[in-house]
């Protein structure tokens, strides 16, 4: 038996069930993926499911900027 999980509450199903949460493979998952982001930030109000849903969309998004988006080297002025 597993303790110490809670049941999710039935918001919470329903932000899962209208945008579920899958690793991001391309661009237009990406995007689609921080436009959902955008409107849940937009609406104002942030419940705890909220945060929840955006910490495991925002695991998405960063695991998927880290395998695809490389940082620029930058040397000299453009450094500064």
């Not at 579920?20 to 921080?34: D, F, G, S």
């Not at 104002?44 to 495991?56: S, W």
Request: net charge negative; charged share 20%; aromatic share 8%.
């Amino acid at each position: 038996m597993t303790s110490g999980l809670k049941t999710p509450s039935n918001y919470y199903i329903k932000l899962l069930t209208t945008f579920t949460p899958r690793p991001i493979t391309n661009e237009q998952e990406l995007i689609a993926t921080q436009n959902k982001i955008n409107s849940i930030l937009d609406k104002g109000n942030i419940t705890q499911d909220d945060v929840d849903y955006l910490k495991v969309l925002g695991t998405h998004v960063y695991d998927y900027e880290q395998q695809h988006e490389k940082m620029p080297t930058l040397k000299g002025v453009a450094l500064l």
